[in-house]
Nanobody, 115 residues
Framework: QVQLVESGGGLVQAGGSLRLSCAVS????????MGWYRQAPGKQRELVAT???????NYADSVKGRCTISRDTGKNTVYLQMSSLKPEDTAVYYC?????????WGKGTLVTVSS
Protein backbone atom coordinates (compact mmCIF):
# COMPACT_ATOMS: atom_id res chain seq x y z
CA GLN A 1 0.00 0.00 0.00
CA VAL A 2 1.32 3.39 -0.97
CA GLN A 3 1.53 6.03 1.75
CA LEU A 4 2.39 9.65 1.23
CA VAL A 5 3.00 11.86 4.25
CA GLU A 6 3.29 15.61 3.84
CA SER A 7 4.99 17.87 6.35
CA GLY A 8 6.44 21.34 6.63
CA GLY A 9 3.29 23.42 6.54
CA GLY A 10 2.58 26.16 8.99
CA LEU A 11 1.95 29.85 9.50
CA VAL A 12 4.25 32.26 7.73
CA GLN A 13 4.18 35.97 7.00
CA ALA A 14 3.81 37.27 3.48
CA GLY A 15 7.19 37.31 1.78
CA GLY A 16 8.42 34.36 3.79
CA SER A 17 9.49 30.88 2.77
CA LEU A 18 8.55 27.30 3.54
CA ARG A 19 9.78 23.92 2.43
CA LEU A 20 7.22 21.16 2.20
CA SER A 21 8.22 17.52 2.25
CA CYS A 22 6.40 14.45 1.01
CA ALA A 23 7.72 11.17 2.34
CA VAL A 24 6.80 8.18 0.19
CA SER A 25 6.57 4.62 1.45
CA UNK A 26 8.81 2.36 -0.57
CA UNK A 27 10.81 3.42 -3.59
CA UNK A 28 10.15 6.82 -5.13
CA UNK A 29 11.43 5.47 -8.43
CA UNK A 30 8.24 3.43 -8.88
CA UNK A 31 6.29 6.54 -9.77
CA UNK A 32 6.17 8.20 -13.16
CA UNK A 33 5.21 11.59 -11.81
CA MET A 34 5.19 13.24 -8.40
CA GLY A 35 3.22 16.38 -7.84
CA TRP A 36 2.14 19.02 -5.40
CA TYR A 37 -1.41 20.31 -5.49
CA ARG A 38 -3.27 22.74 -3.28
CA GLN A 39 -6.82 23.49 -2.28
CA ALA A 40 -7.84 26.80 -0.82
CA PRO A 41 -11.06 27.18 1.16
CA GLY A 42 -14.04 27.18 -1.17
CA LYS A 43 -11.92 26.45 -4.22
CA GLN A 44 -11.08 23.42 -6.31
CA ARG A 45 -7.84 21.56 -5.91
CA GLU A 46 -5.25 22.87 -8.35
CA LEU A 47 -1.85 21.90 -9.62
CA VAL A 48 1.17 23.60 -8.10
CA ALA A 49 4.10 21.65 -9.56
CA THR A 50 5.08 18.26 -10.92
CA UNK A 51 8.31 16.38 -11.47
CA UNK A 52 8.72 13.31 -13.63
CA UNK A 53 10.93 10.32 -13.04
CA UNK A 54 13.23 11.85 -15.63
CA UNK A 55 13.48 15.07 -13.68
CA UNK A 56 11.30 17.24 -15.89
CA UNK A 57 9.38 19.85 -13.95
CA ASN A 58 6.21 21.80 -14.55
CA TYR A 59 4.77 24.71 -12.58
CA ALA A 60 1.49 26.55 -12.37
CA ASP A 61 1.81 30.09 -13.68
CA SER A 62 0.83 31.42 -10.27
CA VAL A 63 3.93 29.96 -8.61
CA LYS A 64 6.54 30.12 -11.38
CA GLY A 65 9.69 31.73 -10.13
CA ARG A 66 8.62 31.31 -6.51
CA CYS A 67 8.49 27.54 -6.11
CA THR A 68 10.89 24.72 -6.82
CA ILE A 69 9.96 21.05 -6.81
CA SER A 70 12.69 18.50 -6.26
CA ARG A 71 13.12 14.91 -5.20
CA ASP A 72 15.61 12.84 -3.28
CA THR A 73 15.38 9.21 -4.36
CA GLY A 74 17.73 8.18 -1.57
CA LYS A 75 15.29 9.52 1.00
CA ASN A 76 12.15 8.68 -1.03
CA THR A 77 11.04 12.26 -0.50
CA VAL A 78 9.74 15.02 -2.72
CA TYR A 79 10.10 18.65 -1.74
CA LEU A 80 8.40 21.91 -2.59
CA GLN A 81 10.47 24.96 -1.76
CA MET A 82 8.27 28.03 -1.68
CA SER A 83 9.43 31.60 -1.36
CA SER A 84 7.95 35.09 -1.62
CA LEU A 85 4.77 33.64 -0.22
CA LYS A 86 1.53 35.55 -0.66
CA PRO A 87 -1.74 35.38 1.28
CA GLU A 88 -3.32 33.78 -1.79
CA ASP A 89 -0.94 30.84 -1.37
CA THR A 90 -2.89 29.87 1.73
CA ALA A 91 -4.22 26.36 1.19
CA VAL A 92 -3.89 22.74 2.11
CA TYR A 93 -1.04 21.34 0.05
CA TYR A 94 -1.28 17.75 -1.12
CA CYS A 95 1.30 15.41 -2.54
CA UNK A 96 0.32 13.07 -5.36
CA UNK A 97 2.15 10.09 -6.77
CA UNK A 98 1.26 8.68 -10.18
CA UNK A 99 2.21 5.22 -11.36
CA UNK A 100 0.82 4.58 -14.84
CA UNK A 101 -2.97 5.01 -14.44
CA UNK A 102 -3.02 5.03 -10.64
CA UNK A 103 -2.90 8.11 -8.43
CA UNK A 104 -2.08 8.15 -4.75
CA TRP A 105 -2.66 11.12 -2.46
CA GLY A 106 -1.42 12.21 0.89
CA LYS A 107 -3.63 13.80 3.52
CA GLY A 108 -2.17 17.26 3.07
CA THR A 109 -0.40 19.92 5.08
CA LEU A 110 -1.83 23.35 5.79
CA VAL A 111 0.02 26.47 4.71
CA THR A 112 -1.27 29.78 6.02
CA VAL A 113 0.25 33.02 4.81
CA SER A 114 -0.59 36.10 6.82
CA SER A 115 -0.57 39.59 5.36
Amino acid sequence: QVQLVESGGGLVQAGGSLRLSCAVSGSLSRFNVMGWYRQAPGKQRELVATITSGGNTNYADSVKGRCTISRDTGKNTVYLQMSSLKPEDTAVYYCKATRFASDYWGKGTLVTVSS
